[in-house]
Every structure is written in structure tokens, then in C-alpha cells.
């Protein structure tokens, strides 16, 4: 999709209606232009005018209004516009344009386009379920159009299950991630992400607290601007973001030779990961058992892989994170000497396991803090700060 400037917001006949109003504020506080063209069953749910005042444009409900001057909005409408999106895409909707049908204005515009075609389909799970419905999605699918959702829990009908449209925000955040610039394309990108795990006898170990979750927003996001991803991960809960490489690791070990194994031609390393530095000398086969007051643990020091890339003769660019607890500027600054990093990113550790975060970037030119936002949000900026320092160093 190139870049979401101008959107045609179709609704169609459904209780979800109610949420395009809320997509469609977000859509313009994003700066997107948005017309709005409703079916003669969305006019039920929600009025023209509702609409009309929050996209500041006339609404378009029919084929037949005198309003554009050659008479035909079905081609008119959509010729200036980045993509179509509509939502809620009822079951009605959904079959028609699975079978080329052109009976309205909405379908026969969806028809007649030139651009991208997203759908949100909204509807009760039994409609959803039923074969005929995901024969027509099935449809849609291999015309190329993309299905967003739905999700799934309590419906308005009273019962429960999947057919919901998906939330408003969710919307955004999938229409976001398709409107990034695709500026790593042809770049390959390794990174390593959360907590690695220490044995000290089969049932138990030590860690560092870590979610992962910055690690896995900067893939989703790196990805979103095209780069090849490889994910090095150790123990998360987290959904990997499709289309990566991800290879699981449980140790600093493990993770240091599965760096080895991928460092191959990658061009950039970013390296949240937060990797025990100690682990246990000897951990035993058996399980320890609890026979004295005190136990001491001999530990010794883990690899610093990322000391170990950055110290490569032609190592990628190099991308490390700190977190921190006090004097955050001074120890990053300080790692990022001691590891020979052009670019180390610092956080406070009271955002640990948070959806959000704030971060500040320290390279040779000094501090750049961030404001604080959401993982993905900063993943995204983070990246950009990568794109042009790379473009600089061309
Ligand atoms: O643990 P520390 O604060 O030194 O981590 C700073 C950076 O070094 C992080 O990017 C982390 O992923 C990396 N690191 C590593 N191997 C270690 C320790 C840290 O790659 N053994």
C-alpha cells in the first residue's frame, strides 16, 4: 500500500457502526484525509451527519445523489484515494464482493477501484462460522483483499464467539504498520530479546526480569519497514510477530552461538536482550536437595555478546540497550564506550514487563530522549533514528 494519505471509509449495515465513528476520528487526527460512504443499512445504525461532522466532508449513501458532476461517484470517489477500508463489512457486504456484485454505491465502487481493499468484518459467529461466509472471505483472500479481524468475545446479539469487529485502536495499529516507509528493504536485521535462564539444577535457575517485549516490538516494527528479521529470543509468553525468523534459546550461551549461527551478513544488531552475566559453575544433573542452612553457588562470568559483535573487524551496526536503575545516562554512556557501540538506548527499569516506555538514544552527537509512548511506538521511532544515521554514514 503507498502511503495512507487519502482513505474511503465504506460502512455497511451493522451494530459495529457505532465504532466507525471512533476509527474515523482516529483515522483524521492522524492527518488522513477520509470520505465516508455508507450503505442504505449503515444509515439504520449511525446518521450521515454524525459522520459528515467528523470527517468534514460530505457523506456519499447513494448512486443516484446529483452531487459529482459526471453523475458516477462509484468511479469518482475512489480514483484520488490510497485504499478503500470498510468497517464493519457485514456478511451481505462480504458476499457480494466475493461475488463481483455491484448493486450500490459502496460494492460498486469496491468494484470499480483502483486501490487496496481492506475489510473489517462485523457480525454474529454463526454467520461467521457458517460455511458460505468463509467460503466468500476465502474469496476475498485470494482476490488480494485484506481481511482484518474479526475478533472474538461477547456480541451485541447477547451470545459469544468470533465475528466481532475488531476495536477501533487495533484498526489503527494494523493500518500503521502497513503505512510504514519500507526504508530497510533489502536490509537484514538481527536482534536478540529477552531474558536468558542460568541452571542451577534441573527445576531451577537464574534470570533477569525481562518480558521481551521491546525486543519483539522492534521486530514487528523492523519488519514493517521490510527489513529481514531474525529474532534470537529467549523464554517469553509473547506471540513472535509472523514472518521473522525466530529461534528459541534458553541460555547466554546458547544465545551467543546462535548469534554466531545468523551473524552472517546481517547488517544491523540490536541487542535487547538482557542476558544474565553470571551463571552457575557447576549446575547439577540432579535435582539440589534442600539438606543445609546455606547454599553457595559458585558463579562465573557469561560471554557479552554483544561486546563480541561490536569488537568484530567489520562488525554490523550495532545496537545496545540499558537498563537502568539510577545515574541512567552515565552507565549507559559508559557501556556504550566499554562496548564500542555507535548507538545504545537507555531505559529506566521501572518500565520493565509495561506495554509503554520512555527511552533516551545516546550516540557520539549526545542524549536523544524520546517522548515516552508506547513499545511498538518507540520501536518504530527507534528504527527511523537507525535509517537516518545509516543514511549519514553512507
Ligand atoms: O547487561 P548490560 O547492561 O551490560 O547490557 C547492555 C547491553 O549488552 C544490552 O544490549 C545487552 O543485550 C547486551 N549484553 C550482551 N551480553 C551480555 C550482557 C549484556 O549482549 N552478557
Known amino acids: 500500500m503507498q502511503k495512507l ?51 468534514g466532508k460530505p457523506v ?21 484515494m490510497d485504499a478503500i477500508l470498510v468497517a464493519p463489512a457485514s456478511a451481505d457486504f462480504i458476499s457480494k464482493i466475493a461475488h463481483g456484485s455491484a ?12 486501490c487496496p481493499l481492506l475489510i473489517a468484518p462485523s457480525m454474529n459467529k454463526h454467520m461467521w462460522e457458517n460455511p458460505a461466509t468463509q467460503r466468500n472471505i476465502q474469496q476475498l483472500v485470494n482476490d488480494n483483499i485484506l481481511v482484518l479481524g474479526p475478533d472474538s468475545g461477547d456480541q451485541a446479539c447477547g451470545e459469544n ?32 530479546a529477552g ?38 529470543s529467549g523464554p517469553t509468553s509473547l506471540e513472535p510477530p509472523s514472518n521473522c525468523k525466530l529461534v528459541h534459546v534458553r541460555s547466554a550461551q546458547d544465545m551467543f552461538n546462535e548469534v554466531k549461527n545468523n551473524l552472517a551478513d546481517q547488517d544491523i544488531f540490536i541487542s535487547v536482550a538482557a542476558v544474565a552475566d553470571y551463571r552457575p559453575a557447576n549446575p547439577s544433573l540432579q ?11 559458585d558463579l562465573i562470568e557469561n560471554p557479552d555478546i554483544l561486546a563480541y559483535v561490536a569488537g568484530l573487524s567489520n562488525p554490523p551496526f550495532c545496537v545496545g540497550f540499558a537498563a537502568e ?8 554512556e559508559e557501556k556504550r564506550q566499554k562496548k564500542k557501540l555507535p548507538v545504545i538506548v537507555v531505559n529506566h527499569t521501572s518500565v520493565m514487563g509495561q506495554d509503554h516506555s520512555q527511552i533516551t538514544i545516546l550516540d557520539d552527537e549526545g542524549t536523544h530522549s524520546l517522548a515516552p509512548a508506547l513499545k511498538i511506538d518507540l520501536a518504530r ?8 544515521k545509516l543514511q549519514l554514514s553512507d
Open 381 to 388: 521511532e527507534l528504527l527511523d533514528f537507525i535509517h537516518h
Open 60 to 80: 456519499f449513501t447513494s448512486q443516484w445523489e446529483g452531487n459529482v458532476p459526471n453523475g458516477m461517484p462509484h468511479i469518482d470517489l475512489s480514483r484520488n
Open 325 to 332: 536503575s539510577e545515574n541512567i545516562m552515565v552507565h549507559a
Open 161 to 192: 464467539g468470533p465475528g466481532r469487529m475488531l476495536d477501533p485502536l487495533a484498526i489503527m495499529s494494523i493500518l500503521t504498520a502497513l503505512n510504514q516507509p519500507k526504508l530497510f528493504q533489502n536490509k537484514r536485521i538481527l536482534i536478540t
Open 103 to 114: 448493486n450500490d454505491l459502496l460494492s460498486a465502487l469496491c468494484l470499480a477501484r483502483n
Open 287 to 297: 535435582k539440589i536437595k534442600k539438606n543445609s542452612k546455606v547454599l553457595t553457588i
Open 195 to 232: 531474558p536468558t535462564i542460568e541452571s542451577i539444577d534441573p527445576v531451577r535457575g537464574i534470570t533477569n526480569f525481562s518480558s521481551g517485549k521491546m525486543g519483539y516490538c522492534l521486530a514487528q516494527a523492523a519488519l514493517e519497514v521490510g527489513a529481514e528479521v531474525t529474532l534470537i
Open 5 to 55: 494519505n487519502h482513505l474511503l471509509l465504506g460502512i455497511t449495515g451493522g451494530i459495529a457502526a457505532y465504532k466507525s465513528a471512533e476509527l474515523l476520528r482516529l483515522l483524521t487526527s492522524k492527518g488522513i484525509s477520509v470520505q465516508v460512504v455508507m450503505t442504505e443499512a449503515a444509515c439504520q445504525f449511525i446518521t450521515p451527519a454524525t459522520m459528515q461532522a467528523l470527517s
